[in-house]
């Protein structure tokens, strides 16, 4: 019976070569730093082994072919995700990568049955709002193809994520409305368990806490107009309110329709009302919205950063980063 010849694996001919598995990738990585004589040692232990080099580098990093980037965006009827889209597109154009667009409904999951394999073996990268499966992370891992989580960190250890500060912006909002000596605030937050409402309403939560003479009360919206709309009006039953925090623009845009339709309440000199994100129509005359930016066009630069940076090192390490917002003051506050 003929003997089955083991294949030589990297992690062979680092062994016998006495260098690391790393070593042994920038060896056979084109344009990847590696001394002379640690790449003559890892060639000769290659050649005695019968070692075959994969090709550590992604086709994208040496072919000159551009890359393709999948981004996956929960419901992109919200106005914020197409003004995301566009930076992101805008940062990823100018470094030559493509972008496949995949959406998502609000609770769902990033599995395999959202991508199709003959599109997924194209992927060089995969930027996602909504949080993977396990085993699409290790599936990812296994096709060298990185995942970076936007605007939310899912806390997976093989996987990179940006994103804005929320917790921080929360407590922006709270300082500004301590500062004007409100005593009884509304919070209108997004649906529950939903990661970056529960982020910016923890930090303004939690300031607020520092102060006993300051009751707050609390509805739901769930990131549409007529949620902010509906929950403005369960407020507003309790005549003390004189300030009203919105986990989004969306939510405080129909905050101040109801207020304007429904109410004499003046804004801001009865009521101060804010939001969160900074999205174009917060700046429309009608709104005027006093609100949070999202840094989303640094954002955007340093997620396509990160890609090039995972393409150029077999080294790579997962990073992740968090960028404060800025309170942007307009009409709605004084």
């Given amino acids: 019976m003929n003997k089955i010849k083991k294949i030589a694996t990297s992690q062979d001919v680092a062994s016998l070569a006495g260098v690391s598995q790393s070593a042994v990738s920038r060896c056979f990585t084109k344009g990847a730093s590696i001394s002379n ?6 060639i000769e232990a290659a050649k005695k082994l019968g070692y075959k ?3 550590f580098s992604h086709p994208a990093a040496t072919s000159g072919d551009s890359g393709l980037v999948g981004v996956i965006l929960p419901y992109i009827t919200n106005r914020y995700y197409p003004e995301v889209l566009t930076e992101l ?3 990823l154009r100018n470094r030559n990568y493509r972008i496949l667009l995949i959406t998502t409904d609000d609770s769902e999951e990033l599995d395999d049955k959202l991508i199709q394999p003959y599109l997924k073996e194209k992927l060089i990268a995969i930027i996602t709002a909504t949080k993977p499966t396990d085993k699409f992370v290790a599936s990812c ?3 060298k193809i990185q995942v970076i989580a936007y605007n939310r960190n899912f806390k997976i250890p093989t996987t990179s994520s940006v994103g804005c500060d929320h917790q921080n912006g ?3 909002v709270a300082q500004h409305l301590n500062q004007n000596k409100h005593k009884n605030i509304g919070i209108i937050e997004g649906p529950k368990g939903t990661l970056v409402s529960d982020e910016r309403c923890k930090g303004f939560k939690n300031y607020i806490n520092n102060f006993k003479n300051i009751k707050l009360i609390s509805e739901k919206g769930n990131f549409t107009y007529e949620g902010g709309y509906q929950a403005a009006e369960k407020i507003l039953k309790n005549k003390n309110i004189s300030a009203i925090f919105c986990a989004d623009d969306t939510m405080a845009f129909g905050c101040m329709d109801f207020i304007k339709d429904k109410t004499k309440y003046k804004i801001p000199s ?3 009302v804010i939001g969160f994100d900074d999205m174009l129509m917060a700046n429309w005359e009608s709104y005027k919205l006093s609100t949070i930016k999202q840094p989303i066009r640094q954002m955007s630069k340093l997620v396509t950063q990160l890609i090039d940076e995972y393409i150029q090192d ?3 390490e997962p990073a992740n980063h968090s960028i404060e ?3 942007i003051k307009r009409k709605t506050t004084k």
């Fill in 141 to 143: 891992n296994e096709q």
């Fill in 270 to 272: 009865d009521i101060e």
């Fill in 53 to 55: 080099a994969q090709n």
């Fill in 170 to 172: 929360g407590e922006l």
């Fill in 37 to 42: 004589r640690t790449k003559l040692r890892v």
């Fill in 325 to 327: 917002g800025k309170f």
């Fill in 314 to 316: 077999p080294d790579f």
């Fill in 89 to 91: 597109h805008e940062a």
